[in-house]
T-cell receptor, first 115, second 109 residues
Framework: GAGVSQTPSNKVTEKGKYVELRCDPI?????LYWYRQSLGQGPEFLIY????????DSGLPNDRFFAVRPEGSVSTLKIQRTERGDSAVYLC?????????????FGPGTRLTVL | SQELEQSPQSLIVQEGKNLTINCTSS?????LYWYKQKYGEGLIFLMM?????EEKSHEKITAKLDEKKQQSSLHITASQPSHAGIYLC?????????FGQGTELSVKP
């Protein structure tokens, strides 16, 4: 079956611009997660959704970052006034349910470069 | 918050050799995941361990969780070039995963 998909695969933008990153989870998965991975590091948690609501947004670095999941399926990560330090690979994952030990399945990521 | 330390950070082995990657946690592990990542790609799920002393195998890869549930190891037998990549351990913390920094494995033919 189809896995987690993310678009675009690559995004190059200029400092100060607004960007949106999209994630399509595995069909039927109620939990959706966003992570950010810098070069040479493991992924860092940003936010996760259970259904339409953000269950934990403690990893969002500041108020320039925002994510939505209005219908409990597709999610969009939004970054305002991008900075060069936002350059990273943004990974999305989904799982059948949140919490417990449901395995998270990852998408291929979006590589964001801020010039 | 929980921290995971992986060792070694990088590893180069000759094809056919065995190798072990370790993951040590600052707190008790209630769910420990191993993933593999190829450069520029997403994470591929390998195995999940939950119980102290648990051991799981898939093809030539074996993962163990120690009895105290603070350390896990990933062992690859008779390594092949297809095993090359970055191996990441991740700990479940209230639904989200906390990852180690990764171990980069290269296998020389």
């Amino acid at each position: 079956g189809a896995g987690v998909s993310q678009t675009p695969s690559n995004k190059v933008t200029e400092k100060g611009k607004y960007v949106e990153l999209r994630c399509d989870p595995i069909s039927g998965h109620t939990a959706l997660y966003w992570y950010r991975q810098s070069l040479g590091q493991g992924p860092e948690f940003l936010i996760y959704f259970q259904g339409t609501g953000a269950a934990d947004d403690s990893g969002l670095p500041n108020d320039r970052f925002f994510a939505v999941r209005p219908e409990g399926s597709v999610s969009t990560l939004k970054i305002q006034r991008t900075e060069r330090g936002d350059s990273a690979v943004y990974l999305c994952a989904s799982s059948p349910d949140a919490g417990g030990t449901d395995t998270q399945y990852f998408g291929p990521g979006t590589r964001l470069t801020v010039l | 918050s929980q921290e995971l330390e992986q060792s070694p950070q990088s590893l180069i082995v000759q094809e056919g050799k065995n190798l072990t990657i370790n993951c040590t946690s600052s707190k008790t592990l209630y769910g420990l995941y191993w993933y593999k990542q190829k450069y520029g790609e997403g994470l591929i799920f390998l195995m999940m361990l939950q119980k102290g002393g648990e051991e799981k195998s898939h093809e030539k890869i074996t993962a163990k969780l120690d009895e105290k549930k603070q350390q896990s190891s990933l062992h690859i037998t008779a390594s092949q070039p297809s095993h090359a990549g970055i191996y990441l351990c991740g700990a479940d913390e209230g639904g989200k995963l906390i990852f180690g920094q990764g171990t980069e494995l290269s296998v020389k033919p």
